[in-house]
């Protein structure tokens, strides 16, 4: 990948030259096209300039998924910035906690949350009508940008202590997808269903000329309402995690298949995909491309595969997670940190240009989790420790 590749934000406005008058982005409330979305971005993009927004400064995006949210991450980064989503379901501490860690510069919400954010804190409510709030913001030229920049700041869940910033760089996330396209592309008429891992879904669709449609909240864990959405949207693609899928095949009922006749693939990710649950969704999803992906907030996309491809072991209960992305910078090392032979278990190390620069305000932390790699031949190259095991 050369520095001169274009960064998340570019590869959007190039696809809106290609294609201004498709539909880009929808929800149940508003659609978009993609010359309307991109309108919508510069505006707010303006506004942020006159709020002080400059290149590497994060802005918080406090909202529920929907149309704006897509706007505001796109936003922070046509002025250079990197946007930070908020989760509503942290507790007011937690948030707080957050917040001082990370120090973003605004905060995009909407009204019916505004009270949760400290008093400090400036922020916009991008409730129905927001653009007529800022019209009269002409602020415009943008801070530059290369793929080192920092593109977003995932918080981890919390769930093993207190919840660590992972800063990711343009270049990370823009490899990852190009990959991804390698084994599921998008084109003009494919409806690209987000709501799950939705801050590291939303966008691709975008690049591509397809459309993304916002599953609602309070549908994506509805096995029925989600089945509905897919069908009545006609969803030819989403991410789900394999114990979301289980009972959507819980639900399913009859004509399962024929309801669900537009979903073309069904990527699974977040959890281990055992061989019966796949073996039941092939059957019971016939026209359906069932692709099993292992990622890490840290590095992107890991490795993935079709399961129909994918052979497993006549004794294995979990599929494998497929072939990947970068197989020479991807170790499978023992205790001392050497490679073990194929078909030997370790501890998976990942290399390569997918990295995360590491953890908002945790040098050491940042320095444990990302070792030096001694396999690269760039001297200064890195490695994420997953702490999975492994094996190929």
């Known amino acids: 990948m050369q520095q001169t590749d274009p960064c998340l934000h570019e590869l959007f406005e190039e696809q809106v030259r290609r294609s201004p008058s498709a539909p880009a982005l929808e929800d149940t409330r508003t659609r978009l096209t993609y010359e309307e ?49 908020l989760e509503l379901a942290y507790p007011p501490s937690l948030l707080s906690d957050v917040i ?35 019209e009269g913001s002409e602020n415009g030229g943008s801070s530059p940008v290369d793929q080192d920049d920092l593109a977003f700041v995932s918080y981890s869940s919390g769930t093993t202590g207190r919840p660590k910033g992972i800063a990711n760089p343009h270049r990370a996330a823009v490899r990852s997808y190009l990959w991804r396209f390698g084994l599921s592309d998008y084109g003009p008429g494919d409806r690209v269903g987000c709501n ?49 899928l289980e009972t959507v095949l ?30 039941r969704a092939l059957s019971l999803l016939p026209g359906t491309r069932l692709l099993n992906v ?24 979990y599929c494998p997670v497929g072939r990947p992305m970068d197989p020479d910078r991807l170790y499978v090392l023992d205790e001392q940190g050497r490679k073990v032979s194929d078909g030997e278990a370790g501890e998976l190390f990942v290399g390569g240009e997918c990295l995360a620069r590491g ?26 420790r997953t702490g999975d095991k492994a094996r190929i």
């Not at 979305?37 to 300039?49: G, M």
């Not at 400064?57 to 930070?84: F, P, S, T």
């Not at 399962?256 to 073996?279: I, M, P, Q, Y």
Request: charge should be negative.
């Open 250 to 279: 819980d639900a399913s009922g009859p004509g399962f298949a024929e309801r669900l006749s537009d979903l073309r693939v069904l990527w699974l990710n977040g959890e281990v995909v055992t061989c019966t649950l796949a073996r």
């Open 37 to 85: 979305l991109d309108r919508r971005a510069d505006l707010l993009a303006s506004y942020l300039r006159d709020a002080g927004v400059g290149a590497g400064e994060l802005v918080g995006v406090y909202m529920e998924r929907r149309v704006e949210y897509v706007i505001a991450c796109l936003a922070a980064l046509k002025v250079g910035g990197a946007y930070l989503p």
């Open 359 to 384: 953890y908002i305000n945790l040098p050491e932390k940042t320095e444990e989790s990302f070792p030096t790699d001694p396999f690269a031949p760039e001297e200064d190259a890195r490695m994420y």
């Open 196 to 244: 799950v891992f939705f801050i590291w879904e939303m966008l691709r669709p975008l690049l591509r000329g397809a459309t993304t449609v916002v599953i609602p909240d309070d549908v994506i864990y509805d096995p029925g309402a989600l089945i509905r959405f897919l069908e009545e949207y006609g969803i030819s693609e989403t991410l789900i995690t394999p114990s979301l």
């Open 100 to 134: 001082d860690d990370s120090r973003p510069r605004v905060v995009l919400t909407q009204e019916r949350y505004a009270a949760n954010l400290p008093e400090r804190m400036a922020s916009l409510c991008m409730d129905e009508g927001w653009e007529r709030g800022i």
């Open 294 to 317: 292992y990622s890490c907030s840290e590095t992107h996309d890991v490795a993935a595969g079709d399961l129909r491809e994918l052979s497993e072991s006549p004794h294995s209960t």
